[in-house]
């Protein structure tokens, strides 16, 4: 694995600092891949994590529901 100066800071809202690490413990190949600075309130994680993560937020595209006839 790279070393720690190649991986990201993922910066969660205040309100967001709890979901954001389950979040990231879920996504996370180890644990020991989701690291916290002093306070806890920034996650350190190496690249391929960072990349999951980013994907796990992009809205998912939506199938349109085939349309029945629309005579009524």
């Not at 709890?18 to 309130?41: E, F």
Request: charged share 35%; net charge negative.
């Amino acid at each position: 694995m790279s070393g720690l100066k190649d991986w990201a800071t993922v910066v969660p809202p205040a309100t967001e600092v709890k979901a954001t690490a389950q979040a990231l413990l879920a996504l996370a190949d180890s644990p020991a891949d989701v690291r916290t600075d002093g306070t806890g309130n920034e996650f350190l994680v190496p690249p391929y994590l960072a990349d999951r993560y980013n994907e796990s937020l992009r809205p998912k595209p939506r199938r349109r529901a085939k349309k029945d006839e629309e005579d009524e």
